[in-house]
């Protein structure tokens, strides 16, 4: 059973009120590889997701059925926000653009219950960022797409010539519609902004660290602080 799982699992476990070492204790695991399966670290067995169907009431199927993240729109989403005028010479330091992706995916989910990415968010020190993030820029930056400038401490990112005539077919006009919105929102702000608002929101402070932080804890968040 995929790691794929890992933040529709521990949804299921927090939306019903259970510790993790309850949820343990049923599938025969310890607390520490349990938490392992919701940090998504660890897969499951096939047994071990039966008896976890079983306790929440679904079939496997259900659980099979988890949408797998779009990586490619991902990158998509930003080669968006790089061509919106988030700052005066175009680039926009690494840690903002990860944060206004993270507000993009939990915006639209607070808006849809849908992510727009699917993509795995990790409680991160420096905040909530999936793992791919750092892997489309490196793709993005070799094909010529982005252009990444890095001087002392910090690291710019701006459109390359390679993205100028994309087209951003993987996004709908009102998902590009939010995005816009957010990045008018953020544009006038400093990284530890942004990056302090995303921390004091609730996804971010209900999970421990290097957790996958549910989609599902942003409907709990008040609407002016979504993003």
Known sequence: MSTKYASF???????????QSMVAEK??????????????????????????????????????????????????????????????????????????????????YYEH???????????????????????????????????IDRKDNAILVSIGAGAVHQKLDLLEGNEVELMEKIATKWKDKKTQEIVGFTHEQLPYKLCAPDEVIPYELITQEDPEHVY
Not at 77 to 83: P, R, V
Not at 116 to 138: C, E, I, K, W
């Open 9 to 19: 699992i521990k949804a299921l476990r927090t939306k019903r009120g259970l510790l």
């Open 27 to 108: 599938l025969g695991l310890s607390r520490q590889s349990y938490m392992a399966v919701e940090r998504g670290s660890r897969e499951m067995t096939l047994q071990e997701a039966e008896k976890l169907c079983e306790l929440y009431g679904i079939s496997v199927e259900e659980l099979s059925s988890t949408t797998l993240p779009q990586y490619e729109k991902y990158k998509q989403m930003i080669l968006a926000y790089l061509k919106t005028s988030l700052s005066e010479d175009g680039r926009v330091p690494k840690t903002k653009l990860a944060k206004l992706l993270y507000l993009a995916d939990f915006a639209w």
């Open 113 to 147: 219950l849908k992510s727009m990415s699917n993509m795995q968010y990790l409680h991160r020190t420096y905040g909530p960022v999936p793992d791919p993030y750092f892997r489309a820029l490196d793709e993005l930056e070799e094909s010529g797409k982005i252009i």
